[in-house]
């Protein structure tokens, strides 16, 4: 029975990569869509969310089905509730994907303010971020997922100087600018949320790891 529990573990394991996996691409490809402009690449990520979603119920399930079956104490509960978060963080990541696709789609037909430099910055960053939380996720790594929580600070900072020269030096002097200068502020705001996301999957991580509670007690992370 104990070698089938383990085997479950591995599965649910497996099924949170996959859903992680997903979500990064999404991420990267609606970002893409922005800078190419690409309707159609856009459009594909609005419709694998789909997907996701239906990944995102068969995890919960399964997280369900384990503990009432199970009835896991310690670590293997800290594993299977934390494995439940993130997948709900995952979801939320993945809707927002599809939020800025939506915006890369508003802009297809809209001239560009300016090149896109650091928008694309910042997706590299919420990505990374994703992408080491769910590593350390995987692999317990609390140092992972401390430095996912750290990131944060620079994604706030890249947000804030997006939005004030999208503010200033555009919206203010010219308010014509709105049409193309909003959904751009827009999808920095979801940009800025993902990464808020990932320190939320950081932050379970750690708890799952050794039981210590570091949301909202940043003190305990040094």
Do not use: W
Not at 47 to 61: G, P, Q, R, T
Not at 68 to 77: F, N, V, Y
Not at 157 to 176: A, Q
Request: charged share 30%.
């Amino acid at each position: 029975m104990e070698r089938y529990f383990d085997e479950e573990l591995k599965d649910l394991n497996m099924d949170i990569l996959k859903i992680g996996a997903l979500t990064q691409e999404a991420i990267f490809k609606s970002v893409e869509a922005l800078k190419n402009r690409d309707k159609a690449l856009a459009q594909e990520v609005v419709n694998s969310d789909k997907k996701i979603d239906e990944i995102d119920l068969v995890i919960d399930e399964k997280c369900i089905d384990l503990i009432a079956r199970h009835q896991p104490l310690a670590s293997d509960l800290r594993f299977i509730t934390t494995g439940m978060k993130i997948n709900a963080e995952l979801e939320r990541i993945a809707d927002l994907a599809v939020d800025i696709a939506q915006r890369a789609q508003e802009l297809v037909d809209k001239p560009l303010l300016k090149p896109l430099v650091d928008i694309p910055k910042l997706s590299s960053i919420a990505q990374k971020m994703v992408k080491d939380a769910i590593d350390a996720f995987v692999g317990r790594n609390e140092a992972l997922a401390k430095s996912v929580i750290f990131s944060d600070v620079e994604a706030d900072k890249l947000r804030n100087c997006i939005c004030d020269e999208l503010i200033t030096n555009y919206m203010v002097k010219d308010g014509s600018c709105a049409p193309c200068a909003v959904p751009l502020l827009l999808v920095t705001r979801h940009l800025e949320r993902i990464c808020d996301h990932a320190t939320n999957i950081a932050e379970d991580v750690i708890y799952m790891i050794g039981a210590k509670v570091v949301k909202h007690h940043p003190e305990k992370l040094t």
